[in-house]
């Protein structure tokens, strides 16, 4: 499915939103990436995205999150892998997400220092300590659970609107956007050319030349690896997880063979990457 947005009228949307309420809202496609509508972010998120290594822990914390809905209607709340609060909801063509609402940067109505303490434990790894985030983390705002479901009701009711104009819709989508976003809903599967190339009724040659296309000359299996480690960094980072359960989850049952996976697309092992604090990049 290629999703269409008309980012001029969903900007005035979200924009209007922020001025009334000093709530930032924002869309995220199918998968879970921004669509960089918005920039009137808190001091605290522009700090942590200022940063090449914050900005990939926001990106992934973003796609982690529209596959980790399980509410069955309506806005889902957590935290961000910063400690901050956020609530994400989908907007549905028929059965299936055209993008996800998101809103957030927020406090709720628990003390702020015990949320201060559970944040300064999330951004340890922030050069020259958390602390030096402090005095913005106090910038948040605190919402009572009253105020919370006022506003999530009316952007529930905002959904409407945005179907009714069709400022969100479907299109029918190109080859390599098929293989991009099969990968991206897919990749903890088993996967093979030949399985790939039955489900989406494409030819193996085809779907080769899809792929080098897609990943800039690339394998299929580097585009499938990247995806796998990709989520794997977000697990190190964010989960308890042993090395081999997330190895697992991302869809690598040997253990030896995820570590050199991970090594070869990020430059470290697993172990190290997790104790770094994701400080060890490629």
């Known amino acids: ?87 994400v909801m989908p907007i549905y063509s028929k059965s ?48 009572t659970q009253e105020q919370l479901r006022a506003y999530s009701e009316i952007l529930e009711a905002l959904t409407a609107y945005i179907h009714l104009k069709g400022l969100i819709f479907a299109a029918e989508q190109t080859d390599v956007q098929r293989l991009e976003n099969f990968l991206d809903e897919h990749y ?15 030819g193996r040659t085809k779907l080769c030349g899809l792929a080098k296309e897609l990943s800039g000359g690339k394998t299929l299996n580097y585009l499938i690896a990247q995806r796998r480690i990709n989520a794997a960094k977000l697990l190190l980072l964010q989960s308890s997880l042993t090395v081999s359960a997330i190895a697992e989850t991302v869809g690598i049952t040997d253990y030896n063979y995820f570590s050199k996976v991970f090594r070869s697309v990020t430059g470290t092992t697993p172990s190290a990457f997790r104790k770094s604090g994701g400080k060890n990049l490629r």
């Open 1 to 87: 499915m290629n999703v269409l947005f008309d980012s001029e009228q969903l900007l005035k949307l979200v924009t209007n939103l922020y001025v009334l309420t000093g709530m930032t809202a924002n869309i995220l496609d199918p998968q879970g990436r921004d669509i960089n509508l918005f920039e009137g972010h808190p001091p605290f998120c522009k700090a942590i995205n200022a940063l090449p290594e914050g900005h990939e822990r926001c990106v992934a914390c973003d796609m982690w999150k529209v596959r980790n809905y399980t509410v069955s209607g309506g806005f889902q709340f957590y935290r961000c892998h910063a400690g901050i609060c956020e609530a």
């Open 96 to 143: 299936d997400p055209l993008a996800y609402l998101i809103f957030g940067c927020f406090l709720d109505d628990q003390p702020i220092e015990e949320q201060w303490a559970v944040t300064r434990k999330q951004v340890a790894w922030y050069p020259g300590g958390a602390d030096r985030l402090r005095d913005a983390f106090f910038q948040f705002r605190q919402y």
């Open 188 to 202: 903890m599967e088993k996967l093979s050319l030949e399985s790939i190339s039955a489900q989406l009724h494409i």
